[in-house]
């Protein structure tokens, strides 16, 4: 038999999952193996040797190459590597490869199990000019506005003008392909344009190899909720609650929190439905977000939806307790939803911060540095969900997040206080961070009373943010300096690359240091 | 003595062991109170557990809650107010530059755009003035902290 005894009877068995992917989305896929009695590999570049993701899985296969398309997005090598490892499924993560149909099919084609929805479901939900019909077919509400695909920014500038016009200003102009605020502009007032045009094509171009941009009217004072959906192949399908994501600096999301502090019931359960029936539109299989704008007036538009796992997927694990992988993983195997709608309830309150390795008081730019010190809170209900520790750098090779910090509480100001707690009891020194700034945010009146627009950072630190000066601190540096009580903080570098010359850790197998 | 400069660019001189320390050359008590023990990386402020660690010449330090770095001010040194110089803020490739060798800018106006972890950055002039030297080109990749753009500054 393969697999596990739980995969008994399973149509598509699976017992080794290699993940396509890196940092802490691998290592958390990595844990849910060991949990299921499954075996797992990693894959890693160079700039990942000796990295926890790859240290974590069970074997790990090395990507030789420069550049993401060499190793993280080279699916040919991804296939060599499961070969190589007798891998059976592989699990793509987030970013990366995971929303590219082409991976999906040439996954299944080299008859391994994909864990994820399938390529037309991808490619549906992938272009957001089809998978905007496709919600007004299925009478899911879609933003009001005018779409317009731009290919060529030379030729299309008459084109654009005449669009953006009828569109109306404030307008946002998005990557078709794109996606975590990447090739995404707003657009003021007409003479920034083409401006912002020529750079959001240019993202996008970079970021996805395609340059199509799109203008829509830009919604202010909304809300981002978004729904969790988890489907399985027999065609049953339950929403898993929502998450808010307002919170958001240049597009990117800082703080998510579930429920949302506003959702009326009501709303939610049309929300859930809607979101079932935007699942169902395009046969989806797995876990998947639909994301919403909800406007001042409490009615809502569809944004757009992911089909893969998210990265705020823990808040919906804390306050539903479910395991999402874990589903994925059973959905996958060909296993049916081992629950119904009305077994799922919302249980307290979650809420997760991303920690980046950036700067909030120089325009959220961001920054680089080792981690010196690395000491997470600790305590109940607190989850932490990182793919670097103490010792590791923060480096320009890949995305600045370096953790996620997530709390459960029984309700929502509890779970504020917690979050607050924690944030000041991490420990993370040696490279400049949001952890202040996540602080401030905890504490602020508007986040308490949920005020949690799109706009929020905007609107209540128009100046910008700083952090508080301390008369103390120059004591404590003189001291530390004056008794020497720093511990030496070397990077060595090897022929091998980054990391200690002599690690015990790499020749272990399933290590959690 | 230790010499140390803050986040706001405030100087120290702090002596251990003294009952005075001065900040931008105004005289401070120094009432604060240390314990260490024999770990590494943390000390006891007044009764409170601080964290510290020296990266390069940088102290940063974790106290009630908060992250500061100090920086040990070498005599030599000079401070970052560089005159009318600017300097990349963080390392990436040059992807547009927005001015020439002669131009007339004024403070705020963007002129070179950068690219860093896929996102782009506008670097805007820090000073109005004329532009006295570029130093980059299009599709050179920058350190952090890499001049590159001179400006001389109108009085």
């Not at chain 1, 993560?93 to 991808?122: C, D, Q």
């Not at chain 1, 209540?460 to 004056?482: L, M, Q, R, T, Y």
Request: charged fraction near 25%.
């Amino acid at each position: 038999m393969v697999g596990p005894d739980w995969m008994e009877g399973a149509p598509h068995p699976i017992s080794k999952i290699l993940v396509a992917n890196r940092g802490e989305i691998a290592c958390r896929i990595f844990r849910s193996c060991a949990e299921l009695g499954l075996g797992s590999v990693s894959i890693y570049s160079e700039p990942d040797r000796g990295s926890l993701h790859q240290q974590t899985a069970d074997e790990s296969v090395f990507l030789p190459g420069d550049t993401l398309s060499e190793t993280y997005l080279n699916i040919e090598a991804i296939l060599a590597a499961a070969e190589e490892t007798g891998a059976d499924a592989i699990h793509p993560g987030y970013g990366f490869l995971s929303e590219r149909s082409t991976f999906a099919n040439a996954v299944k084609a080299a008859g391994l199990v994909w864990i994820g929805p399938s390529a037309h479901a991808i490619d549906e939900m992938g272009d957001k000019i089809s998978a905007r019909r496709a919600m007004v077919t299925a009478g899911v509400p879609v933003i009001p506005g005018e779409e317009l695909p731009l290919e060529n920014p030379d030729e299309m500038v008459e084109e654009l003008v005449r669009a953006a016009t009828r569109v109306g200003y404030p307008l946002l102009l998005k990557a078709s392909a794109g996606g975590g605020g990447k090739g995404m502009r707003v657009v003021r007032e007409p003479r920034n344009l083409q401006r912002e045009y020529a750079a959001a094509s240019r993202e996008a171009a970079t970021s996805f190899g395609d340059g199509t941009v799109y203008v829509e009217r830009l919604l202010e004072k909304s809300r981002h909720v978004e729904v969790q959906v988890l489907t399985d192949m027999m065609g049953n399908a339950v929403h898993l609650f929502e998450r808010e994501c307002s919170i958001q600096r240049r597009h990117q999301k800082v703080v998510e929190e579930a429920p949302s502090p506003v959702l009326e019931q009501t709303t939610r359960e049309r929300m859930g439905e809607a979101a079932v029936n935007a699942a169902k539109a395009v046969d989806y299989e797995g876990a998947g977000t639909v994301e919403f704008l909800l406007a001042e007036d409490g009615e809502f538009h569809f944004l757009e939806m992911n089909t893969r796992l998210q990265v705020e997927h823990p808040i919906t694990e804390c306050i539903s307790g479910v395991d999402l992988v874990v589903e994925q993983i059973r959905v996958a195997a060909g296993l049916p939803l081992p629950f119904s709608q009305s077994e799922l309830t919302i249980r307290g309150h979650a809420i997760e911060v991303r920690i980046y390795a950036e700067d909030p008081a120089n325009n959220f730019l961001p920054a680089i540095g080792p981690l010196a010190l690395f000491r997470p809170p600790t305590g109940p209900g607190i989850r932490l969900d990182t793919g670097v520790r103490e010792g590791d750098e923060a480096s320009i090779d890949f995305d600045p997040m370096l953790a996620k910090l997530v709390v459960h509480a029984p309700d929502r100001e509890a779970a504020i206080r917690r979050m607050k707690r924690a944030c000041e009891d991490f420990v993370l020194l040696g490279v400049t961070t949001n952890l202040g700034f996540l602080c401030d945010i905890m504490s602020h009146p508007a986040f308490h009373a949920g005020d949690t627009t799109t706009d929020f950072i905007e609107v209540n630190w128009p100046e910008g943010w700083s952090p508080k000066s301390s008369d103390v601190a120059p004591f404590i540096a003189a001291a530390s300096e004056h008794y020497g009580l720093s511990r030496k903080v070397t990077t060595v570098e090897t022929e091998e690359g980054r990391g200690s010359p002599y690690n015990p850790f790499l020749s272990l197998r399933r290590s959690f240091p | 003595m230790v010499e140390l400069r803050d986040s706001n660019n405030r100087r120290w001189e702090i002596t251990i062991g003294s009952s005075e320390a001065t900040c931008d050359g105004e005289t401070f008590v120094n009432e604060h109170t240390f314990e260490i023990d024999a770990r590494p990386n943390r000390l006891w402020v007044d009764g409170q557990l601080a964290h510290v660690v020296k990266v390069q010449d940088d102290w940063w330090i974790h106290i009630d809650g908060h992250i500061h770095v100090l920086s040990i001010d070498e005599l030599g040194l000079s401070g970052s107010g560089d005159e009318g110089g600017m300097t990349a803020p963080m390392p990436g490739k040059i992807l547009e530059l927005l001015c020439n060798i002669g131009d007339q800018v004024e403070t705020g106006q963007t002129l070179i755009v950068m690219e860093a972890m896929k996102m782009e950055h506008r670097i805007a002039a820090n000073v109005s003035g004329t532009i006295a030297a570029i130093h980059h080109d299009v599709g050179e990749q920058v350190d952090a902290g890499a001049t590159l753009i001179d400006i001389n500054s109108e009085e």
